[in-house]
């Protein structure tokens, strides 16, 4: 699932509660992006509330930037190459009918994603991105997820490798540029040093299908990345990938809104909530094959 634009610190995630927390949402229109989805399902009877109570919006086109390169959360529709498909697709189509507001798609690299939200070329980033206090530093998050990861090896894990941990040591891992794993792999370096063995390495890609590509070719040894991510590139290759382990990591998804409009977050965070209630966000994860665990009730994550 995941993630990026700045530098990752390796611990202190937190998080900063907003219950209860109403209100509305801004947007602007960007050029460049492809026709959106039909609205998967009625908008709960309290959205209308909303709407009234937040009008601006309603009858509005969004930008969503996304990085459409992960199976099951969003990629692009192989029946129709100008449409997305998954299940952040749908969740951001089901907030975006509850407040009245329809999306259109606007596909970078996952490097891209927070730069182009905060140049204003996108409205909103609903693309598996995972929150945390440094990237909260350009956006504000309203999670909706937990985070499980999966550590993708070649079959029979030749190197042995079981987590990130010393059992990387001397392995390559490939790795999405900005993603969250990143330094995490890269604080081994002292931990491998320590044991008297050689660090880590790591190539980075711009998405998820280069990275699994790496280790198919020999070039790479793992891969870490969300655990429903892990799971379908071992569904597509079950004869020459293999899932070594799932690992959590402290951090959530995030939905990513620019940090000058508050009402904009606000606004998410109370679709989000009716959509939850509704049902709807946990009919998507079965929808896509989506790991129902993975529900978490919305929060706030700021860099106050």
């Not at 611990?11 to 801004?26: M, N, W």
């Not at 709407?51 to 529709?77: C, F």
């Not at 192989?78 to 089901?94: H, M, R, V």
Request: glycine share 8%.
């Amino acid at each position: 699932m995941e993630r990026r634009d700045l530098p990752e610190a390796r611990r202190g995630f937190s998080r900063a509660s907003f219950p209860g927390r109403r209100a509305a949402l801004g947007a602007a229109l960007a050029v460049g992006v492809l026709a959106p989805l039909s609205a998967q399902a009625a908008a709960p009877a309290a959205c209308t509330a909303l709407q009234e109570k937040y009008p601006d919006w309603k009858g509005k086109t969004l930008v969503n930037a996304i990085n459409p390169h992960t199976p099951g959360y969003e990629t692009i529709d192989p029946k129709d190459p100008s449409k997305y498909i998954g299940f952040d697709i749908d969740l951001g189509e089901a907030i975006g009918e509850c407040l009245g507001f329809k999306l259109t798609y606007k596909p970078v690299t996952f490097a891209a994603l927070l730069t182009t939200l905060a140049a204003g070329q996108a409205d909103i980033v609903i693309s598996d991105i995972y929150a945390t206090k440094e990237r909260a530093k350009a956006a504000d998050f309203i999670t909706y997820s937990k985070v499980y990861d999966g550590v993708l090896v070649a079959k029979g894990n030749p190197k042995g490798i079981n987590g990130i941990n010393i059992s990387m040591c001397g392995a390559a891992a490939a790795e999405n540029t900005g993603y969250v794993e990143v330094p995490l792999i890269q604080a081994l370096a002292a931990e491998c040093k320590k044991a008297g063995k050689p660090e880590p390495t790591i190539q980075l890609y711009d998405n998820n299908a280069n990275c699994i590509q790496a280790i198919l070719a020999g070039r790479a040894d793992t891969y870490v990345n969300d655990v429903n991510t892990v799971d379908s590139a071992v569904k597509a290759y079950p004869d020459k990938l293999e899932k070594a382990i799932a690992v959590t990591i402290p951090y959530s998804v995030g939905i990513a809104v620019p940090k000058d409009k508050p009402k904009f977050r606000d606004a998410v965070l109370a679709a989000l909530i009716e959509v939850q209630k509704a049902g709807t966000h946990m009919e998507l994860l079965k929808k896509h094959g989506l790991d129902v665990n993975n529900f978490k009730e919305p929060d706030i994550l700021t860099a106050d």
